[in-house]
């Protein structure tokens, strides 16, 4: 995986690292304070976001489009995590997705945690 760098993100009761690529560091940092909000889903999963103008913008989301620009198709409208953690937000651990991609990452996931617990 690419070198990483860490981005803090701070609520009022916690502090978080996340992973970040170096080439997204210093933009992430001069947007101001970043934070982690839940996932709708039950998978539990944290996402780091930025409030900008009453609108919460995905740091994942953001990055890609960064080094990617926009989705390759319009079926490709998922931001996903390929190693399924959602703090890992370097370029190499993320892309674009269509909703059936990103479904087979989670039965993937689900498939490795079963593997673990047996």
Same mark, same amino acid.
């Given at each position: =995986?690419?070198?990483?760098?860490?981005?803090?993100?701070?609520? !009022?009761?916690?502090?978080?690292?996340?992973?970040?690529?170096?080439?997204?560091?210093?933009?992430?940092?001069?947007?101001?304070?970043? @934070?982690? %909000?839940?996932? %709708?889903?039950? &998978?539990? !999963?944290?996402?780091?976001?930025?409030?900008?103008?009453?609108?919460?913008? @995905?740091?994942? !989301?953001?990055?890609?489009?960064?080094?990617? +620009?926009?989705?390759? %198709?319009?079926?490709?409208?998922?931001? &996903?995590?390929?190693?399924?953690?959602?703090? &890992?937000?370097?370029?190499?651990?993320?892309?674009?997705?269509?909703? +059936? =991609?990103?479904?087979?990452?989670? @039965?993937?996931l689900i498939e490795r945690q079963m593997e673990l617990a047996i």
């Amino acid at each position: =995986m690419s070198e990483a760098a860490i981005l803090v993100c701070r609520g !009022k009761n916690y502090e978080i690292e996340t992973l970040i690529s170096p080439e997204d560091h210093a933009w992430a940092v001069s947007r101001g304070n970043w @934070f982690v %909000t839940h996932g %709708t889903r039950r &998978d539990g !999963k944290s996402y780091v976001v930025r409030s900008e103008g009453g609108v919460l913008v @995905f740091l994942h !989301k953001v990055v890609l489009a960064r080094a990617w +620009q926009l989705p390759p %198709t319009p079926a490709h409208i998922i931001g &996903d995590h390929r190693n399924g953690n959602s703090l &890992d937000n370097r370029r190499g651990n993320l892309r674009w997705a269509t909703p +059936q =991609m990103n479904a087979r990452n989670i @039965f993937g996931l689900i498939e490795r945690q079963m593997e673990l617990a047996i």
